[in-house]
Nanobody, 120 residues
């Protein structure tokens, strides 16, 4: 059974720089895209960042310079580092794993999400 568990959220002061973590069990990272999304009330889910199955790293254009995605293969954990939080970054952050690309069937697995609320 695949499980993704996010941690590191909560109430953070504007300007803070938290690290969100997503620990994954039941699969390995190899051959999978690792993604972060966020849900802002009234706006639906939005892509934030990805480490592709080929190793490429992508950040949503307007979030570049503020968000950084990384992973630790040994710990089966992916991270989202946020620099200088703003009130508009208040959202529920979710991690996602999609794949494998080296053989069917491909599946999308989601964590339950973690709330980050920015206090101004």
């Amino acid at each position: 059974q695949v499980q993704l568990v996010e941690s590191g959220g909560g109430l953070v002061q504007a300007g803070g720089s938290p690290r969100l973590s997503c620990t994954i069990s039941g699969i390995t990272f190899a051959g999978h895209d690792l993604n972060w999304y966020r849900q802002i009330p009234g706006n639906g889910s939005a892509f934030v960042a990805m480490i592709g199955h080929n190793g490429g790293r992508y950040i949503k254009d307007f979030l570049k310079g503020q968000f950084t995605i990384s992973k630790d293969d040994g710990e089966n954990t992916m991270y989202l580092d946020v620099d200088h939080l703003k009130p508009e970054d208040t959202a529920k952050y979710l991690c996602n794993v999609y794949g494998p690309y080296d053989g069917p069937p491909r599946r999308s697995h989601w964590g339950r999400g973690i709330q980050v609320t920015v206090a101004s």
